[in-house]
């Protein structure tokens, strides 16, 4: 019975040093600024000079508390949606560019094949060759500029296809 009691009486003194977290701010002989939640840490010819710090929520009523935290949950599910139609309005835009590269894919196989067909049966001289060169070269030049904008599409897919927030 006696340990009981000793123990309880440690406990009700130990109460207010749990409860009361202040924090204290005062400038050091350096002109540093301090913080600290231990008064006897201060030099006692700052203590005049100390301000008692405490957190802007130590001063709000519990309406304000719950509208705050109201506010918080808005503006979290506002920046969710946001970030859903960004990623919609993203998906639009992959689509058309995969539909419309895909169109131009089908072109520049069928321009390969026209000249491959015309190679047999146009070529007669040397200038007929020389025409079908620079025909090669202008449908190798579109390959080029076309397999440069297939590799940004794809990078733009993995971008979007990526894990957010990690």
Same mark, same amino acid.
Request: proline share 4%; no cysteine; glycine share 2%.
């Given at each position: 019975?006696?340990?009981?009691? $000793?123990?309880?009486?440690?406990?009700?003194?130990? *109460?207010?040093? $749990?409860?009361?977290? #202040?924090?204290?701010?005062?400038? +050091?002989?350096?002109?540093?600024?301090?913080?600290?939640?231990?008064?006897?840490? $201060?030099?006692?010819? =700052?203590?005049? /000079?100390?301000?008692?710090?405490?957190?802007?929520? +130590? !001063?709000?009523?519990?309406?304000? #508390?719950? =509208?705050? *935290?109201?506010?918080?949950?808005?503006?979290?599910?506002?920046? @969710?949606?946001?970030?859903?139609? #960004?990623?919609?309005?993203?998906?639009?835009?992959? +689509?058309?560019?995969?539909?419309?590269?895909?169109? @131009?894919? @089908?072109?520049?196989?069928?321009?390969?094949?026209?000249? *491959?067909?015309?190679?047999?049966?146009? $070529?007669? /001289?040397?200038?007929?060759?020389?025409?079908? =060169? #620079?025909?090669?070269?202008?449908? /190798?030049?579109?390959?080029?500029? !076309?397999?440069?904008?297939?590799?940004?599409?794809?990078?733009?897919?993995?971008?979007?296809?990526?894990?957010?927030? @990690?």
């Amino acid at each position: 019975m006696r340990y009981a009691s $000793i123990v309880i009486a440690l406990a009700l003194m130990l *109460v207010p040093f $749990i409860s009361s977290a #202040e924090y204290y701010k005062y400038k +050091d002989e350096s002109g540093v600024l301090r913080y600290t939640d231990d008064l006897n840490e $201060i030099p006692k010819d =700052q203590r005049p /000079n100390m301000d008692a710090y405490s957190e802007p929520a +130590d !001063f709000i009523t519990p309406e304000q #508390e719950q =509208q705050k *935290v109201e506010d918080a949950e808005k503006a979290q599910k506002d920046a @969710e949606a946001k970030r859903v139609k #960004e990623k919609d309005a993203m998906r639009v835009k992959l +689509d058309n560019t995969k539909i419309a590269l895909d169109k @131009e894919y @089908e072109e520049l196989n069928k321009a390969k094949q026209d000249l *491959v067909d015309a190679r047999a049966d146009a $070529i007669k /001289n040397a200038a007929d060759t020389k025409a079908h =060169q #620079e025909k090669v070269l202008q449908l /190798n030049e579109r390959i080029k500029d !076309f397999q440069n904008r297939r590799q940004a599409f794809a990078k733009e897919v993995d971008a979007y296809n990526a894990p957010q927030g @990690e």
